[in-house]
């Protein structure tokens, strides 16, 4: 069977050229005798493949020195179990912006610290942002939490929403850019500390990433194990334990991808171009297709879409699976539809979602 286009939010489509590669060293990586994922992470052949890794990513998003680049084992949500732990003190106030669901669940991994929800979307079904001006911060926080990016609800920190990212003053601020990293350029010094899972734009679930600056490591933060400490884990460059190679391997061959295709600029570039065919399928259809976000704060990695009529969801997605389109079912928090636009993801496999949903319209409309 031919690869269809795959709109899953995650794990997320990869690159073909990846998927042949990683394919191709299964067996044998590079003269070793064995592939990488059977090769101790000690050796010569892992750490070559960790530490370019490492410089292609600070390449990709021009990470200054002045930042650290961690690769924990696991997800998203452990780390925002851990940047608590790691960088708030026992008791201390931390403010958080909620957007969406993911930033609801960053709330949920908070213990031993004073939460203050500076603002949140809830009250408007995660709809729009709350202006940058209604934020109640506090002074004394360890930092200021925002969800770059909303992958259920499509909400996400975009330029006409205003001052983009939020100033926080001296507080510095922590994103969770999950699910847009890398797909536009970013200025990573306005931040303190940015995180993603790597399962979207960045490779295969199993690994992330922590981007910190690196004076804040030596906050004290909470009581906690060795290995939930990212300053130790900076020391044992993310091999306290044994790491995720595979996942390792396979998240640099995605950012090396990402380099050879123009970097974040060309991303910038058809992410634009991919969220204006979807929109424009959506907006033009004349109530067929509904998007209830915000113009402002539109996200243009995942766009959450409802038929007119939800008797039709299931015909939909039967003949998009037919038309070569996969991993279109909406997040059962929303239901609907959801289309997931991450980087791998060619502008022709939109245009190829926009045309199947005008054809679908004519059919059912
Ligand atoms: N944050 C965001 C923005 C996400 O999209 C996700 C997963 N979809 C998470 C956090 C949780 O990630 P993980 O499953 O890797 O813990």
């Not at 500390?193 to 922590?210: D, E, F």
């Not at 907006?283 to 915000?294: E, I, L, P, Q």
């Amino acid at each position: 069977m031919a690869r269809a286009y795959n709109f899953s939010p995650g794990p997320a489509m990869l690159p073909e050229a990846v998927l042949r590669q990683a394919q191709a060293d299964m067996l044998e990586w590079g003269g070793a005798g064995a592939s990488i994922v059977e090769m101790s992470h000690r050796g010569p052949e892992f750490l070559q493949v960790a530490r370019q890794a490492e410089a292609d990513l600070r390449e990709l998003l021009a990470i200054p020195d002045d930042y650290a680049v961690l690769f924990p084992a696991g997800g998203a949500t452990t780390q925002q179990a851990l940047i608590a732990l790691n960088f708030a003190d026992p008791g201390q106030r931390v403010d958080y912006v909620v957007s969406g669901h993911w930033g609801r669940t960053a709330l949920k991994q908070l213990v031993s610290v004073d939460v203050n929800v500076a603002a949140s979307g809830e009250a408007g079904g995660f709809r729009g942002i709350p202006a940058r001006e209604e934020w109640r911060l506090s002074d004394d926080a360890a930092y200021v939490h925002i969800t770059a990016n909303e992958t259920i609800h499509g909400v996400e920190f975009r330029p006409a929403w205003g001052h983009v990212p939020p100033e926080t003053g001296k507080v510095p601020l922590f994103a969770d850019f999950s699910s847009s990293i890398a797909s536009e350029p970013i200025d990573v010094s306005k931040y303190g500390l940015i995180y993603a899972g790597a399962q979207k734009n960045l490779g295969p679930v199993g690994i992330s990433v922590v981007i910190v600056r690196r004076d804040l490591l030596e906050r004290a933060g909470q009581p906690r194990a060795d290995i939930f400490d990212y300053r130790s884990q900076l020391k044992g460059e993310s091999m306290l334990n044994t790491p995720p190679t595979w996942n390792w391997y396979v998240l640099g061959l995605t950012v090396r991808w990402m380099l050879d295709e123009g970097g974040t600029a060309e991303f910038d570039r058809r992410s634009d171009e991919k969220a204006r065919l979807l929109y424009a399928a959506i907006d033009g259809s004349g109530g067929f297709y509904r998007n209830d976000v915000d113009a402002s704060v539109r996200s243009r990695m995942n766009v959450p879409f409802f038929l007119v009529d939800q008797a039709l969801d299931a015909a939909f997605l039967d003949g998009a699976r037919e038309a070569g389109l996969i991993g279109l079912k909406g997040h059962r928090v929303l239901g609907g539809m959801r289309a997931s636009l991450y980087n791998p993801m060619p502008v022709a496999g939109v245009q190829a979602l926009a045309d199947y949903m005008r054809e679908f319209q004519k059919r059912h409309g």
